[in-house]
């Protein structure tokens, strides 16, 4: 029988989340009951729309019926508690009113106005106010002072007194009388309970307005106190800084006008000298004892007294705190522009992130851009001259990274994007090698058993030279002192310029010939030194980084030391990096990886932390074009995802080949699945991230594959 209710009563019950309008809707309402419905676990209830609703879970006050017109509405309902303990109605309306509280002296302040009515002549002649010493006159022009209510010598903590008559405000009610004279106020109630002052006891608080009108909280606020505090422990925090800052700025007022009077009488005389004190040492500071330096001394005397003058009061401010300390700090603090850069994005760098830094770390980037200098004297990149009147002047930037083994190198790159085609540049094109020619090239070393070492080309592109006539501003930071304003004329390639790779390209070429070496026409930055057996050297250039491979390891150290005498170039020693691919060598194997790209990869789309995926694309997944409008913050996050992987394709990871190629195709407008399924790539990479391309010396030679299946891809 414990599942019955009282057929009509109250009822809360349980709305589901699909019905609700938003999160912050209550999660039940106050409905009838009607029973239990048939055939459903639920019961039936009637909402105030006169709407059926079907609940399996409500809460049940049998004891009020919200269709019953005569029984008023409970005002509380103890939820989850038999009948027995709910509260009656009659039980409700009495412990609902609280109980009268003490009056707040300091609430009796705003009931006060300063034009009291002419009040009734007493039966008794009022005594006489005890006589008080008559105050020297005010000078003309001289404000008074904001703090007139606190008595001379009274407590910061104790409610202020009143030097005028105050007249009770007439509460809701109370009316005029029928001559037209203003009521009278009523007679005074509980005299104890104002605060024991004589001027506030001759004026005591207005009971409340028998009509029930609004009326001021007669509840006590609690002020926060602060044991110890200089400013005292009852009055609030708030009303003492409000009070401070008036009497400051009254005694600013005071003490301007006294001395502009006094300057204006004696003008004659003398001449103020002395601006005025720093507001760190402003006058109204509270210890006095700060006092300034004597006019009379020497220098090093002020400066000693000026610093423990600044020492005393950072300490006084430190021990009782308060604004003045506050904006000390703040004014100390280090500016939002003075950060350290971020060391993620050395690229990103400009050379103002650079004078931010600390001196340490300054010294270094800046060392690092006068070697950039130097290398471009010592080419004789440029002549300084007087720049000519009608002819474009390019601008420049610095541009800084940070090598694997931690050298920081600074490149002077000029903004080729303002030149003109045809006026400053007419053909740019440079050929590149392939990263097929590098890994073939890898696996004849490693079954040939070869051996290779690297050479790293300083300043590479200042080695071209320059066919057009152009100019350039002066670096940033390194301007020739009493010569800003002339600019550069460039006799050589530079960074950033339109034609600048060709240039190299084509003193690169030049400078093989000599050497006896002779490129080859499937790819034009493989060069390779014959003999009448065989192919003695191969080199592999990539702009600045050369690899030297041969049989003999002396004839290929003789011919590299050859080279570096044309260019100034490091010795890199053997063959360790090359393109981002870490090379490692183990006896007869060569193992190619990238896992310190792969993770910057995984960082910068935010995939490290992910689940590892088996395959790299999911079982049966077949893309389809994306026919909505084309997004373009989307595209750009997609053809970056996209290119990371083409890179990480073609060096070391070619079991993604066909998922990357595939999912490249809707790089021209993908869609948040062809995204979503390019990082599925990703996740792939993560549980493949120790992988690395292994080549070995086999009695088979070099086998290679070819896919020559133009068929249905779906079947593969």
Same mark, same amino acid.
Request: hydrophobic share 30%; proline share 9%.
């Given at each position: 029988?414990?599942?019955?209710?009282?057929?009509?009563?109250?009822?809360?019950?349980?709305?589901?989340?699909?019905?609700?309008?938003?999160?912050?809707?209550?999660?039940?309402?106050?409905?009838?009951?009607?029973?239990?419905?048939?055939?459903?676990?639920?019961?039936?209830?009637?909402?105030?729309?006169?709407?059926?609703?079907?609940?399996?879970?409500?809460?049940?006050?049998?004891?009020?019926?919200? *269709?019953?017109?005569?029984?008023?509405?409970?005002?509380?309902?103890?939820? /989850?508690?038999?009948?027995?303990?709910?509260?009656?109605?009659?039980?409700?309306?009495?412990?609902?009113?609280? !109980?009268?509280?003490?009056?707040?002296?300091?609430?009796?302040?705003?009931?006060?106005?300063?034009?009291?009515?002419?009040?009734?002549?007493?039966?008794?002649? =009022?005594?006489?106010?005890?006589?008080?010493?008559?105050?020297?006159?005010?000078?003309?022009?001289?404000?008074?002072?904001?703090?007139?209510?606190?008595?001379?010598?009274?407590?910061?903590?104790?409610?202020?007194?009143? *030097?005028?008559?105050?007249?009770?405000?007439?509460?809701?009610?109370?009316?005029?009388?029928?001559?037209?004279?203003?009521?009278?106020?009523?007679?005074?109630?509980?005299?104890?309970?104002?605060?024991?002052?004589?001027?506030?006891?001759?004026?005591?608080?207005?009971?409340?307005?028998?009509?029930?009108?609004?009326?001021?909280?007669?509840?006590?606020?609690?002020?926060?106190?602060?044991?110890?505090?200089?400013?005292?422990?009852?009055?609030?925090?708030?009303?003492?800084?409000?009070?401070?800052?008036?009497?400051?700025?009254?005694?600013?007022?005071?003490?301007? %006008?006294?001395?502009?009077?006094?300057?204006?009488?004696?003008?004659?005389?003398?001449?103020?000298?002395?601006?005025?004190?720093?507001?760190?040492?402003?006058?109204?500071?509270?210890?006095?004892?700060?006092?300034? #330096?004597? @006019?009379?001394?020497?220098?090093?005397?002020?400066?000693?007294?000026?610093?423990?003058?600044?020492?005393?009061?950072?300490?006084?401010?430190?021990?009782? +705190?308060?604004?003045?300390?506050?904006? &000390?700090?703040?004014?100390?603090?280090?500016?939002?522009?003075? @950060?350290?850069?971020? &060391? #993620?994005?050395?690229?990103?760098?400009?050379?103002?992130?650079?004078?931010?830094?600390?001196?340490?770390?300054?010294?270094?980037?800046?060392?690092? #851009?006068?070697? @950039?200098?130097?290398?471009?004297?010592?080419?004789?990149?440029?002549?300084?001259?007087?720049?000519?009147?009608?002819?474009?002047?390019?601008?420049?930037?610095?541009?800084?990274?940070?090598?694997?083994?931690?050298?920081?190198?600074?490149?002077?790159?000029?903004?080729?994007?303002?030149?003109? @085609?045809?006026?400053?540049?007419?053909?740019?094109?440079?050929?590149?090698?392939?990263?097929?020619?590098?890994?073939?090239?890898?696996?004849?070393?490693?079954?040939? %058993?070869?051996?290779?070492?690297?050479?790293?080309?300083?300043? !590479? $592109?200042?080695?071209?030279?320059?066919?057009?006539?152009?100019?350039?501003?002066?670096?940033?930071?390194? =301007?020739?002192?009493?010569?800003?304003?002339?600019? $550069?004329?460039?006799?050589?390639?530079?960074? +950033?310029?339109?034609?600048?790779?060709?240039?190299?390209?084509?003193?690169?070429?030049?400078?093989?010939?000599?050497?006896?070496?002779?490129?080859?026409?499937?790819?034009?930055?493989?060069?390779?030194?014959?003999?009448?057996?065989?192919?003695?050297?191969?080199?592999?250039?990539?702009? /600045?980084?050369?690899?030297?491979?041969?049989?003999?390891?002396? $004839?290929?150290?003789?011919?590299?030391?050859?080279?570096?005498?044309?260019?100034?170039?490091?010795?890199? +020693?053997?063959?360790?990096?090359?393109?981002?691919?870490?090379?490692?060598?183990?006896?007869?194997?060569?193992?190619?990886?990238?896992?310190?790209?792969?993770?910057?990869?995984?960082?910068?789309?935010?995939?490290?932390?992910?689940?590892?995926?088996?395959?790299?694309?999911?079982?049966?997944?077949?893309?389809?074009?994306?026919?909505?409008?084309?997004?373009?913050?989307?595209?750009?996050?997609?053809?970056?995802?996209?290119?990371?992987?083409?890179?990480?394709?073609?060096?070391?990871?070619?079991?993604?080949?066909?998922?990357?190629?595939?999912?490249?195709?809707?790089?021209?407008?993908?869609?948040?699945?062809?995204?979503?399924?390019?990082?599925?790539?990703?996740?792939?990479?993560?549980?493949?991230?120790?992988?690395?391309?292994?080549?070995?010396?086999?009695?088979?030679?070099?086998?290679?594959?070819?896919?020559?299946?133009?068929?249905?891809?779906?079947?593969?």
């Amino acid at each position: 029988m414990s599942h019955l209710k009282v057929f009509r009563c109250a009822a809360y019950a349980f709305l589901p989340l699909e019905i609700r309008k938003d999160k912050l809707s209550p999660k039940s309402k106050l409905m009838t009951y009607l029973g239990i419905e048939q055939g459903l676990k639920a019961h039936r209830f009637m909402r105030s729309s006169n709407r059926l609703f079907y609940a399996p879970k409500a809460l049940f006050d049998e004891e009020y019926f919200p *269709r019953c017109k005569t029984q008023s509405q409970r005002r509380t309902t103890h939820l /989850n508690k038999p009948i027995n303990e709910q509260l009656r109605h009659q039980e409700i309306d009495d412990t609902a009113l609280p !109980a009268p509280l003490p009056a707040n002296p300091w609430d009796n302040l705003d009931r006060y106005r300063p034009n009291p009515p002419i009040p009734p002549r007493p039966s008794q002649p =009022a005594p006489r106010p005890p006589a008080t010493p008559q105050k020297p006159a005010r000078q003309a022009g001289i404000p008074t002072p904001p703090l007139q209510q606190m008595r001379p010598g009274s407590a910061l903590d104790s409610p202020p007194s009143l *030097r005028m008559q105050l007249n009770p405000v007439p509460t809701r009610g109370s009316g005029l009388q029928q001559s037209g004279r203003r009521a009278s106020p009523p007679p005074l109630a509980s005299p104890s309970r104002l605060p024991q002052h004589p001027q506030m006891q001759q004026h005591p608080r207005t009971p409340p307005s028998p009509s029930g009108g609004p009326r001021r909280s007669e509840r006590l606020r609690r002020v926060p106190t602060c044991p110890g505090n200089v400013y005292g422990e009852q009055r609030h925090p708030t009303d003492i800084e409000r009070d401070m800052r008036r009497t400051q700025t009254w005694r600013e007022m005071t003490d301007e %006008q006294r001395r502009s009077q006094s300057t204006s009488s004696h003008s004659d005389h003398f001449q103020e000298t002395n601006p005025g004190p720093s507001p760190l040492h402003s006058s109204d500071d509270p210890d006095q004892s700060l006092g300034e #330096c004597s @006019e009379g001394s020497d220098d090093s005397s002020k400066s000693a007294k000026s610093v423990d003058k600044v020492e005393e009061t950072l300490s006084y401010l430190e021990k009782h +705190g308060g604004v003045r300390y506050l904006n &000390t700090l703040l004014a100390a603090a280090v500016p939002p522009g003075s @950060e350290i850069p971020d &060391t #993620c994005n050395i690229c990103e760098w400009s050379f103002k992130d650079i004078m931010c830094m600390p001196s340490a770390q300054q010294k270094d980037w800046i060392d690092a #851009c006068r070697q @950039e200098l130097d290398s471009l004297r010592e080419r004789r990149v440029y002549d300084l001259v007087n720049p000519l009147q009608g002819r474009r002047v390019i601008k420049n930037r610095w541009v800084f990274d940070q090598k694997t083994d931690r050298h920081k190198r600074a490149r002077l790159v000029a903004k080729g994007f303002s030149q003109v @085609e045809g006026i400053d540049y007419d053909n740019v094109f440079s050929p590149v090698i392939r990263y097929e020619s590098v890994c073939l090239m890898i696996a004849l070393a490693a079954q040939q %058993q070869w051996h290779m070492t690297s050479v790293d080309i300083k300043t !590479a $592109f200042l080695y071209g030279e320059l066919d057009e006539e152009l100019f350039m501003e002066q670096p940033e930071g390194f =301007a020739v002192k009493g010569q800003e304003h002339k600019v $550069f004329r460039l006799k050589h390639a530079l960074y +950033g310029l339109k034609q600048a790779a060709l240039q190299w390209w084509k003193a690169l070429d030049k400078s093989m010939e000599c050497l006896g070496f002779r490129r080859t026409k499937s790819d034009s930055r493989i060069f390779i030194l014959t003999s009448s057996h065989g192919p003695c050297v191969i080199v592999i250039v990539y702009v /600045n980084d050369a690899i030297f491979i041969g049989p003999d390891r002396h $004839f290929t150290n003789r011919k590299k030391a050859q080279f570096m005498k044309g260019w100034d170039c490091q010795d890199l +020693g053997d063959t360790k990096e090359f393109l981002w691919m870490k090379i490692h060598r183990q006896g007869t194997l060569i193992s190619l990886e990238q896992k310190d790209y792969l993770r910057t990869v995984l960082e910068h789309f935010n995939m490290h932390n992910t689940k590892a995926a088996p395959t790299p694309l999911p079982q049966g997944y077949v893309p389809t074009p994306n026919e909505s409008p084309e997004n373009p913050k989307h595209k750009s996050h997609y053809q970056q995802v996209i290119g990371s992987l083409l890179y990480l394709m073609l060096g070391t990871h070619p079991d993604i080949a066909f998922a990357v190629t595939k999912m490249s195709q809707f790089a021209a407008n993908p869609s948040e699945e062809h995204l979503s399924k390019a990082l599925y790539i990703c996740r792939y990479l993560i549980g493949t991230a120790d992988y690395s391309l292994t080549y070995g010396r086999s009695r088979d030679g070099i086998i290679t594959y070819a896919d020559a299946d133009w068929g249905s891809v779906h079947t593969r």
